[in-house]
C-alpha cells in the first residue's frame, strides 16, 4: 500500500509540473504529452525507482487508457468516417498495412506470421488520433479543413488498427474470435439502444439522472463510468483488448448525446486530463526500458523512418489525389500527413500484447514506445511548422526577400506576426463556434 502511494504521489507531481514545463518552453513546441513520457521514464523503474508499475497503478493506467479512447470515440462524428473522405481514410488505412506487411516481411528481426511480426505491422498503420483532440484544439484546428482531414484520416489510423489487434493478435481460433466480436458488437449495441429509447421515452431513470447531473450524486458521470468500466470490463470477459471497449463507450456515450452537453464535457475532461489520462503517459513512460534504447538506437531510428513510409506517404498520396483534398494547399496537406503519422497509445497496446505471449521482448517493445514517444514531439511540431508556412504564404516572403534582401529580418518577423495572427483567428472562431446554442 505504501509503495503504491509513493508511486501515485510522483505520477501525480509529473503531472503537475508537465504542463508547466511545457508552458514555459519559447514557442511550446514539445507537448504536454512528451514531458509525461519523459518524466515517468525518468522517475520508473528502470532509472530513478520512484514509481512502481504494479497491478494496482497498472488498473489505474489502465483506466487511463481507457478515459483517452472514450473521449476520442466520444469526439468523432459518425458522418466523418462513414462520408468520401472517411471511406478514403480507410482505404488508405488498408494500403499502409498492405505496405506494413511488405516491410515486416523484409525486415528480419520479426515474423510477419508471429505475433511479434504482426504488432508490428499494426502499430505502423496507427495515428493516436486520441492523443491528438487536446492538441487540435489548443492550435484552433478543430472544426477547420486540417482538422476534419485529420479526423477522416486518423479516426481510421485509431480503429481499424484495434480491429486489427482483434481478429489477429489472439490465439484462438479466427472463427472464434469473429463470433466473440460479434457477440460484443450486439451488446455495446444493446448499450447504446436502451438508454437511447429511455432518453426519447423519458424514462424515470433517465429524468432522474438529468435532475441529480449537478447535485452530489453526479449522477451523469456515474453513468459514464458504468458504460466505460462495464464496456471494458466485458471486452476483457471476451479476452479483447480494453481499447476496443473504450471506443465502442464513446461512440456510444456520442449516440445518446448526438448534439453534446458542455456541462458534461466539462466534468469528463475533469475527471480524464485531471488525472486518469497523464497518468497513463507517465506509467508508459516509467515502462520504458532506456538502456534499451540505448543499445539499440538503429531500431528506433528505423521504426521512426518506416513510420513516415508506411504512414505519412500514403496519407498525403490520398490527400493529393482525392476530389475534395487536392484543393487544399500542398503545406496544409502535409501538415495533415504529419498528424497522422503521430503515433503511441496502440504502440504501447500492441506492443503489450507481443510481450505477454513472450512473442516479443520487453527491450524491443520499449524501444517501439520510445520511437511511438518520439512521433508525439516531432510530428505535431513539423505539422505545426508546415502550417505556418501555410500561413505566412512563404513564396510572397521569399519574393519580398529578394527584391529588398536587408529587411530580411523585419519581413520575417512580419510574416511569423501573420502566422499567429491566423491562428489566433481560428481558436477565436473556434470559441464562438463552442458558445453558439
Known amino acids: 500500500m505504501e509503495a503504491d502511494l509513493v508511486s501515485l504521489s510522483v505520477i501525480a507531481l509529473v503531472a503537475f509540473l508537465s504542463p508547466l514545463v511545457a508552458q514555459n518552453i519559447p514557442g511550446k513546441p ?17 532509472v530513478a525507482g520512484a514509481i512502481a508499475t504494479d497491478s494496482a497503478v497498472g488498473l489505474l493506467s489502465d483506466l487511463g487508457l481507457g478515459f483517452l479512447f472514450l473521449l476520442a470515440g466520444y469526439e468523432i462524428n459518425p458522418s466523418t468516417i462513414t462520408g468520401a473522405e472517411g471511406r478514403r481514410g480507410l482505404a488508405t488505412w488498408a ?37 491528438l483532440l487536446p492538441i487540435l484544439a489548443e492550435r484552433g484546428l478543430m472544426g477547420t479543413r486540417v ?15 484495434v480491429i486489427a489487434m482483434t481478429l489477429l493478435l489472439t ?22 439502444v436502451i438508454p437511447n429509447h429511455a432518453r426519447r421515452a423519458g424514462s424515470f431513470v433517465f429524468r432522474f439522472i438529468e435532475r441529480n447531473a449537478d447535485s452530489n450524486a453526479q449522477m451523469v458521470m456515474r453513468a459514464i463510468m458504468v458504460l466505460l468500466v462495464g464496456l471494458t470490463a466485458l471486452s476483457a470477459l471476451f479476452s479483447l483488448d480494453i481499447v476496443l471497449g473504450a471506443f465502442a463507450a464513446g461512440f456510444i456515450l456520442r449516440f445518446v448525446v448526438p448534439e453534446g452537453s458542455q456541462g458534461m464535457e ?61 484543393t487544399m494547399d500542398v503545406r496544409e496537406r502535409l501538415s495533415v500527413a504529419f498528424y497522422c503519422t503521430t503515433a503511441l ?6 506492443t503489450a ?39 505566412a504564404e512563404l513564396g510572397c516572403a521569399a519574393r519580398e526577400i529578394a527584391a529588398e534582401p536587408r529587411r530580411t529580418a523585419a519581413i520575417l518577423r512580419a510574416h511569423h506576426r501573420q502566422a499567429s495572427e491566423r491562428v489566433r483567428a481560428r481558436k477565436a472562431a473556434r470559441r464562438e463556434e463552442l458558445r453558439e446554442p
Open 171 to 192: 490465439t484462438r481460433a479466427k472463427w472464434v474470435t469473429v463470433a466473440v466480436l460479434a457477440a460484443f458488437v450486439a451488446l455495446a449495441v444493446l448499450a447504446a
Open 353 to 391: 500484447v507481443a510481450v505477454d505471449v513472450g512473442a516479443m521482448s520487453q527491450a524491443t517493445a520499449s524501444v517501439l514506445v520510445a520511437a511511438g514517444g518520439i512521433t508525439v514531439l516531432v510530428m505535431p511540431l513539423f505539422a505545426q511548422l508546415a502550417m505556418r508556412g501555410a500561413d
Open 147 to 161: 482538422g476534419e482531414e485529420v479526423l477522416a484520416y486518423g479516426t481510421w489510423g485509431e480503429l481499424a488498427p
Open 266 to 326: 466539462s466534468k469528463l475532461s475533469a475527471v480524464a486530463f485531471g488525472f486518469f489520462v497523464p497518468l497513463f503517459f507517465v506509467v508508459s513512460g516509467a515502462k520504458v526500458d532506456v538502456t534499451a534504447i540505448a543499445q539499440d538506437p538503429a531500431l528506433l531510428g528505423l521504426f521512426i523512418g518506416l513510420l513516415l513510409v508506411v504512414r505519412m506517404v500514403p496519407v498525403f498520396v490520398a490527400l493529393s489525389t482525392g476530389r475534395q483534398s487536392r
Open 95 to 131: 494500403v499502409t498495412f498492405a505496405i506494413a506487411c511488405g516491410a515486416v516481411i523484409l525486415w528480419p528481426k520479426f515474423d510477419l506470421l508471429g505475433f511479434d511480426g504482426l504488432a508490428v505491422a499494426i502499430a505502423l498503420t496507427t495515428t493516436a488520433i486520441g492523443t
Open 30 to 46: 514539445v507537448p504536454e504529452t512528451v514531458l509525461l513520457l519523459v518524466g515517468g521514464m525518468l522517475c520508473g523503474p528502470h
Open 345 to 350: 497509445p496502440l504502440i504501447v497496446a500492441v
